[in-house]
T-cell receptor
Framework: DSGVTQTPKHLITATGQRVTLRCSPRSGDLSVYWYQQSLDQGLQFLIQYYNGEERAKGNILERFSAQQFPDLHSELNLSSLELGDSALYFC????????????FGDGTRLSIL | GESVGLHLPTLSVQEGDNSIINCAYSNSASDYFIWYKQESGKGPQFIIDIRSNMDKRQGQRVTVLLNKTVKHLSLQIAATQPGDSAVYFCAEAQGAQKLVFGQGTRLTINP
């Protein structure tokens, strides 16, 4: 158990809809990262937050947004969903940012019908 | 462009043998590398990391080797067990903020 909690584990929805994925980092970790894992793209970094502030952005679509709250949990919002958004979405956390291990949750599997 | 890749997509080994999983990286400025293990239905699990000021680091049954000259990283697993079956990813830290992952190698253990 990594200590990172993601909910829900599975999500099935339709094109055009909006969903929110939630992540609780390990106790004491200030940085939260979001990744997308699909069969053809592997693990892709989306965005990082550190202590409530956005720190780095990767290949995150404009239809996607995230935030980190004062209690350090984070949410990833996906809107105007398309079939290609079907993937596993992982959250990871680390004590700070940078050159240290990131610990991953077990992900949310998003299926778009 | 900059990328992290793996030499082999699949690797089969006999139980009890040593496994070696390889990874090539292209960004000579990268200074931090991590190996993760991902089992089916689970998130990536941290195995071991290494900084660029080291050539070798050992953990429990695992060793990571870093060859900066040829930009190559390897993970050695000693006395491979059935529980080692998984997909293994190397990742490279760029800009001290994000990890860039390779495509992964599936390790299967033959009894």
């Amino acid at each position: 158990d990594s200590g990172v909690t993601q909910t829900p584990k599975h999500l099935i929805t339709a094109t055009g809809q909006r969903v929110t994925l939630r992540c609780s980092p390990r106790s004491g970790d200030l940085s939260v990262y979001w990744y997308q894992q699909s069969l053809d793209q592997g693990l892709q970094f989306l965005i990082q937050y550190y202590n409530g502030e956005e720190r780095a952005k990767g290949n995150i679509l404009e239809r996607f947004s995230a935030q980190q709250f004062p209690d350090l949990h984070s949410e990833l919002n996906l809107s105007s969903l398309e079939l290609g958004d079907s993937a596993l979405y992982f959250c990871a956390s680390s004590v700070e940012g940078g050159r240290q291990p990131q610990h991953f949750g077990d992900g949310t599997r998003l299926s778009i019908l | 462009g900059e990328s992290v890749g793996l030499h082999l997509p699949t690797l089969s080994v006999q139980e009890g043998d040593n496994s070696i999983i390889n990874c090539a990286y292209s960004n000579s400025a990268s200074d931090y590398f991590i190996w993760y293990k991902q089992e089916s239905g689970k998130g990536p699990q941290f195995i071991i990391d290494i900084r660029s000021n080291m050539d070798k680091r050992q953990g429990q049954r695992v060793t990571v080797l870093l060859n900066k000259t040829v930009k190559h990283l390897s993970l050695q697993i000693a006395a491979t067990q059935p529980g080692d079956s998984a997909v293994y990813f190397c990742a490279e830290a760029q800009g001290a903020q994000k990890l860039v992952f390779g495509q992964g190698t599936r390790l299967t253990i033959n009894p």
